[in-house]
């Protein structure tokens, strides 16, 4: 019993010196630690700092893991005129944001659902009863005779975007956030619903991603954009650098009237939403030099496209014409200058777009919300879900360090 007892004692000693030496030698460099993912379904987005950064590819890095979620849902509202018809009450049932930022940027990965990837933007179709070319719009068609149900869907593209008060310039800002610069019920002369802030010392940083006009060419950019007093329309696009896109309209003579035609095609194309600079600079677009009273193109060099015997141009049910004509061209370049402040990747896949973006923390504008302060930052967060117009809202959300 005695020699037992002593085993058992010595073993103890060894259990409790082990012990004793991995609680010593522990230190914060050498833990490992693996806890739960926080979610977080209130308003507060916890930035954290990081040593990686991780790579703007539209791909959750393993460092995400143990980002903090911010997840919430986002609704459109119900505001004054029609700007909204057809989308008010539409919920957008799970966004996840989550941030990290390190010495230089500062990083976000935004998650949400969408069951359709929308890139088909007012492109052009022919009109056999009238003979004229026309472009889908990017709002819902509705029955007069009715005054309810939508006849045609809106061919639009999905955005993003995200209101930033610069230099606590906006008055109430942390109380209403985007709510601020919201105006509805303007004149139709004017716009009908616009956004400007109330005093001219206000100015507010917009970050606008567009999935065609900022996904699609080599920028893949968020669109750096800000908004000032200036009525009625107040947003602008920072100063610096060019806009990537153009509409491909313009109006040509047909022989008793002018009219719109595209501007560019490229002929038989199927499912052609935009048209690349390269693509014209090499001759694959061609230029559309003529249109006749029947609705015939003359393209450069002499080709014609006559869309009443190729009805590939004609619509063809809900989902547009077969061979629609691009409703825009793009650089093949990005935004440049500061409008091109934010890189960013967005890929949707299985009902989701899943972007990550980062933005320098200071860029010197004076139209950027600077964050080297690592200040609380109210902010308003806002998905466009093939919709030109109508936005999905989440308002007083505001972006915290973690230091």
């Not at 509202?77 to 989550?98: A, C, H, M, Q, W």
Request: some cysteine; hydrophobic content about 35%; charged content about 20%.
């Amino acid at each position: 019993m005695k020699r037992t007892s002593k085993i058992i004692f010595f073993l103890s000693i060894l259990l409790m010196g082990r012990m004793m030496f991995d609680l010593t030698s522990c230190t914060n460099e050498d833990q490992i630690i693996e806890p739960e993912q926080v979610v977080n379904s209130g308003t507060d987005l916890l930035s954290v700092p990081i040593t990686t950064a991780p790579i703007i590819d539209g791909a959750v890095d393993a460092l995400w893991e143990n980002v903090p979620i911010l997840e919430f849902s986002t609704a459109v509202p119900e505001v004054t005129g029609d700007v909204f018809r057809g989308y008010t009450g539409n919920i957008i049932p799970s966004v996840k944001l989550r941030s990290a930022y390190d010495n230089e940027n500062i990083y976000f990965l935004a998650e949400w659902d969408d069951p359709t990837e929308s890139f088909e933007r007012n492109p052009w179709y022919f009109n056999p009863t009238t003979k004229k070319w026309a472009q889908e719009k990017g709002t819902f068609d509705f029955d007069p005779a009715t005054n309810g149900g939508s006849t045609r869907k809106p061919f639009y593209e999905d955005k993003m975007s995200m209101l930033w008060n610069i230099n606590n310039s906006v008055l109430d800002w942390n109380s209403a956030t985007c709510y601020k610069s919201c105006h509805t019920g303007l004149p139709a002369a004017d716009g009908s619903s616009r956004h400007f802030t109330n005093f001219t010392s206000e100015k507010i940083d917009m970050w606008h991603w567009k999935s065609v006009r900022g996904g699609v060419n080599a920028g893949y950019q968020i669109h750096d954009q800000y908004q000032t007093n200036t009525y009625p329309n107040g947003r602008k696009s920072d100063e610096g650098g060019t806009d990537v896109y153009t509409n491909n309209t313009q109006s040509l003579n047909n022989g008793t009237a002018n009219v719109n035609v595209p501007k560019y095609v490229i002929p038989n194309k199927t499912n052609n939403y935009w048209i690349l600079d390269s693509e014209i600079s090499a001759g694959t677009a061609k230029l559309v030099t003529a249109v006749d009273i029947n609705g015939v193109l003359t393209l450069e060099g002499g080709a014609t496209i006559d869309p009443n015997t190729d009805t590939g141009y004609q619509r063809a049910g809900a989902n547009g014409a077969p061979k629609g004509i691009a409703g825009l061209t793009l650089k093949d370049a990005g935004y440049g200058g500061t409008q091109g402040d934010i890189t960013c990747k967005a890929v949707w896949a299985n009902s989701k777009w899943t972007m990550e973006f980062k933005r320098k923390l200071s860029t010197g504008d004076a139209y950027d919300i600077d964050f080297t302060s690592l200040s609380d930052q109210y902010f308003g967060f806002a998905i466009f879900e093939n919709a030109q117009i109508a936005h999905s809202i989440k308002p007083n959300l505001v972006l915290k360090f973690k230091k």
